[in-house]
């Protein structure tokens, strides 16, 4: 259901954008999640099925954005100003429904591979 792509290893203070691919028509809202080395799952930011609104965990607010093309089927993640704490690998995730999902990894109901992010300083 979910592909993501576009991770890689950048330096310190680089840019990347993340992609996820959705193969379904249906109406949905979608969020990002990471996943540190010996961490829990934590939430990046979400959106709803318009875009019109999204929500920024505080730790990449300012720095992150979250958007979507509907017409392709396809959430994105833009990432700058890269620090080695965003270091992980990220997922994107669906839940059904037109409003933004929450924080909450259960409030979710599929799931993509996830992609590697590599900060290196």
């Known amino acids: 259901q979910l592909q993501a792509s ?3 290893l950048v330096q310190v ?12 028509f249906s109406i ?21 099925w318009s875009g019109s609104t999204t ?10 954005t979250i958007s979507r093309d509907n017409a392709k089927n396809t959430l994105y993640l833009q990432m700058n100003s890269l620090k080695p ?3 992980a690998v990220y997922y ?7 409003q933004r999902p929450g924080i909450r990894d259960y409030e979710y109901e599929y799931w993509g591979q996830g992609t590697l992010v590599t900060v290196s300083s």
């Not at 994107?92 to 037109?98: E, S, T």
Request: hydrophobic share 35%; net charge positive.
């Open 6 to 8: 576009g991770g890689g």
């Open 13 to 24: 203070g680089g840019c990347l954008r993340l992609s996820c691919a959705a193969r379904t």
């Open 28 to 48: 949905y809202g979608m969020g990002w999640f990471r996943q540190a080395p010996g961490k829990e799952r934590e939430f990046v930011a979400a959106i709803d």
């Open 55 to 64: 929500n920024h965990a505080d730790s990449v607010k300012g720095r992150f």
């Open 85 to 87: 704490e965003d270091t």
């Open 92 to 98: 994107c995730a669906l839940k059904w429904g037109r």
